[in-house]
């Protein structure tokens, strides 16, 4: 909690697509073991972050510098609509993917994955969901299954898009105190999020987003009137 | 009953070139089916179609420059085949046009180049085969050709079974987890250019995508898993090939379409009665619905 290690260090970073800018002069850090959640209206470029800091798009300008390891210790929480519902693929393999760091391409499931993934489901609520397609599942289920997924990761940095969007709020209460406990274990959580009010009882460092940086910092001195009142302005004009 | 034995056996046991046509087209299923359950689930159905397209101009300058000889055939379609795909791929991440679509132009240009070519030099038979196949007149180097292929098709997807569920599934989970998501789906090509390669001769060009993409359709109407839907995609690939042959032979019409037409029964039948989602099972869940509902408001 206390520690100050740099995870990542975002210098005057643009990230975009083809030939639209996202994000512009983006600047700050992430620390290790810190609990950051990502807001920001619409279209502010919170997903284009995540992107850019798992790497699956480079930056048009700047740098982002991680710590040595960290694409070995990453875990990332899609947005659900980017899975594929209807692929024939059961909860317990879908989960067991989380495996994959430690089983590969052709390793066996040894006991001890079997153990952990039954008790990744417990955690999530979905013991008896194992057999079930990922079809039959509702929004909630899933998200909880992807969850599990990433329990069995057991990665030391986590990145979650969007985890309570079209989730039931017993189901976002409980999904929130598995990242708190991952928070307690000195993991570093990073969450793009829509619920002010979840980010201000549970998150201390809030990155506001709107095309740019409107605040990085502790949470209550991120999330003011004046600077959320900047964020929708900014987003609502026709900001490029 | 000797007399039904022979009916449905005796055609493959008394002829040596249906014997080899029926070797040469389980061999051809046994590798479609499960590389076009792929493509269903990657939602690329139309890319095996395109491909098989895509083989025709090297196949015919093999023909061209060498005549009949397998390998040439086999070593241009190859080469087209792979360069038809890395082109549309290309295009689909340059231009704002889609894969489907890139595809759909790349192996329509395929075609009429590929006609065109094999017209150059061939007879109007040869064509014939190159776009039907001679399936009734496989020779030892052509049944070489796809059981080789069938073979290192199958080999590869033992291998890379696992990561290649995971690219089809989430790739993006792949790649943050170190996975090689493109050297999976360059493999995955390599299978599919290899299958179709050795599929034209048995089947030829056109038809040879029926094989592969029918039996893939139709699996996902039986069974859930992928690895289950491989298996009986390969099945009733096979199952379609026999029944195609028999047909062919006692009503004397061509053997490819029989094979397709056979495999398209098997769709048809698969999407009505398949207990995956078929017709017939959702008409009697619906009635199961409407009686519950029914019983549920009686008693208002």
Known sequence: MTSTQTLIELDHVALGWKDKIALRDISGCFTRGSLTAIVGPNGAGKSTLLKGLTGQINPLKGRIAVDSGFLDQLALLPQMGDLDKSFPVTVH?????GAWKRVGAWGGFPKAEHERLGHALEQVGLADFARRSIGTLSGGQ??????????MQDAQILLLDEPFAAVDRATSDELMNLILD??????TVMAVLHDLD???SCFPQTVLLAGQVVGWGQTEAVLTPENLHLARHLCAGDYL | MMALMDVLFGPFIDFGFMKRALAGSFALAAAAGPLGVFLVLRRMSLMGDAMAHAILPGVAVGFLTAGLSLSAMAIGGMITGLVVALLAGLVARLTPQREDASFAAFYLVSLGLGVLLVSLRGSNMDLIHVLFGTVLGLDDASLLLVTGSTTITLLILALVFRPLVLECMDPIFLRTQGGRGSVVHMLFLFMLVITLVAGFQVLGTLMVVGIMMLPAASARFWVYSVGRQMLVAALLGMISAYLGLLFSYYYNVPA???IILAAGAFYFLSITF????????????WRARRRRMASLLEHD
């Not at chain 1, 393999?93 to 993917?97: E, P, S």
């Not at chain 1, 899933?142 to 990433?150: E, K």
């Open chain 1, 93 to 97: 393999d879908l989960v067991a993917m």
């Open chain 1, 182 to 187: 991952w928070h307690k274990q000195g993991r």
């Open chain 2, 256 to 258: 490819s379409p029989a």
């Open chain 1, 142 to 151: 899933l998200q909880r299954a992807l969850f599990a997924r990433m329990i």
């Open chain 2, 274 to 285: 398949g207990p995956q989602g078929g017709l017939l099972r959702a008409y009697s869940q």
């Open chain 1, 198 to 200: 979840m980010v201000r």
